[in-house]
């Protein structure tokens, strides 16, 4: 994006809704925004690409600053797969198991017809957490407030947000009771290991970005996948796009309603748009494609829109949503993260901070609270969210308003991002 080019004539920025383009170490910027400015200084067209835009750009094409350019078919007139929904609260799996029994039987057809299905869950590892059935105890980070993830083909307890890892033991180290030791939740590893015991002459692969074997593996594998010698591959987020794979028919969503439940004002979009993904990875061949979303909650609006083909009707009702809360793009908001090695000072500093923010009109400032992972890599955390009307200049508030706060000392940090993508 900043490179010096001597004539730059065009810029694309594909899958434009992607929250990777937000930085968020050192100098936080967006880069499909910043895209838009570099196109502007250049005088270049910008392409913002994306089966599923955000709602961002979706809101700028209805003002007319950008210009809406549609696709109504997919490459070779190939059919949107068809989308329904399995109601868990009716058609609910064996214990210990996570695929329903309507899925399980789609997966055999699916695999007696010579075609490939996808089973998607983004979860990595084995389960999300691990405790003893006999004392309770939870295997917690040291360095973060987040439960170990379980990895058990490489028999340890990984940390997500830090990178700490640990030998899963024998016994519970609190109680010292033996084999008490339970997972709780699906991963993809646990996956895996139900689809060999349930269709135990399938081929299956795990796609996952933390699996041995680095880029030049996964390469491997996916063309793998794409030349058909897989019957059932089981991935996360990797596998939702970019990919094509032509034998694939049919995709089962494990968990349909993971992340519509979080504190992110864009978990709704989010969803919308990881789904809408990677139900697309069905059908691209000569085979109808298909897919189904296992849901506890088949009414919300997300999976309604998702198996009504009527992606229209989810953009008006989140537009309609956003536009009436005040939230991003008809409004702006700012996070302000506190942070220090010990808990006080990080509490201390960020009510100093609150006490002399002075709202102006069109101004709501909230918090401070404890980020909802409080500590992460050993520094505390906590939280003041800013909420401005469009109109106002918020760069310019922040900056008066830390230019009037006490200096951070000692180890306290305080990091500002305009429209955070991040609210963890």
């Known amino acids: 994006m900043f490179l010096p080019y001597a004539n730059l004539g065009l810029i694309i920025v ?6 990777a383009y937000k930085q968020e170490d050192g100098v936080h910027y967006h880069a499909r925004d910043m895209a838009v400015v570099r196109g502007r200084v250049e005088n270049a067209p910008v392409i913002l690409a994306s089966a599923t835009p955000s709602i961002e750009s979706r809101v700028n094409a209805k003002a007319g600053r950008y210009l809406h350019v ?42 007696a017809n010579g075609e490939q299905a996808l089973l ?33 083909f490489r028999r340890a307890l990984m940390c997500h947000h830090c990178g700490h ?9 609190s109680c010292s009771t033996e084999d008490s030791l339970a997972a709780c939740g699906p991963g993809v590893e646990r996956l895996q290991e139900e689809v060999a015991e349930q269709f135990p002459e399938a081929r299956a692969l795990v796609l996952s970005s933390d699996m041995p074997g680095g880029i030049e593996r996964l390469r491997r594998e996916i063309e793998a996948v794409a030349a058909g010698e897989f019957n059932i591959v089981i991935g996360t987020q990797l596998v939702a796009k970019g990919h094509h794979f032509p034998y694939l028919s049919l995709v089962g969503v494990v968990d349909a309603d993971l992340g519509l439940t979080s504190g992110d004002p864009r978990a709704a979009e989010r969803t919308f748009q990881m789904l809408g993904q990677v139900t ?7 085979t109808a494609g298909r897919a189904l979303l296992q849901s506890y909650d088949p009414d919300h609006p997300v999976i309604r829109a998702l198996v009504s083909g009527d992606a229209e009707r989810f953009y008006r009702e989140e537009i309609a949503q956003r536009e009436a809360a005040g939230l991003p793009p008809f409004g702006r908001l700012a996070s302000l993260i506190i942070s220090a090695n010990d808990r006080l000072p990080a509490e201390s500093h960020a009510r100093a901070l609150a006490r002399v923010a002075e709202p102006p009109a069109g101004v709501t400032v909230l918090g401070p609270a404890e980020a909802p992972i409080a500590v992460i890599r050993g520094r505390h955390r906590f939280r003041i969210l800013v909420k401005t009307e469009r109109a106002v200049p918020i760069q310019t508030y922040l900056k008066e308003w830390l230019a009037r706060a006490p200096k951070p000392t000692g180890n306290v940090r305080v990091g500002v991002d305009i429209d955070p993508q991040s609210f963890y």
């Open 280 to 286: 697309g990875r069905a059908g691209r061949g000569h």
């Open 14 to 19: 594909d899958e434009e809704h992607e929250t």
């Open 165 to 173: 890892v640990e030998r899963r033991p024998e016994s519970c180290p």
């Open 70 to 111: 549609k696709l109504p078919e997919r490459h070779g007139g190939r059919a949107m797969p068809d989308i329904a929904t399995i109601d868990m609260r009716e058609d609910a799996p064996a214990k210990t198991k996570f695929l329903s029994p309507r899925l399980v039987s789609e997966i055999k057809e699916t695999i």
């Open 120 to 152: 998607y869950l983004n979860r990595r590892g084995y389960a999300p957490l691990t405790l003893c059935r006999h004392c309770g105890h939870r295997f917690q980070c040291p360095n973060c407030t987040t439960w170990l993830v379980e990895h058990r």
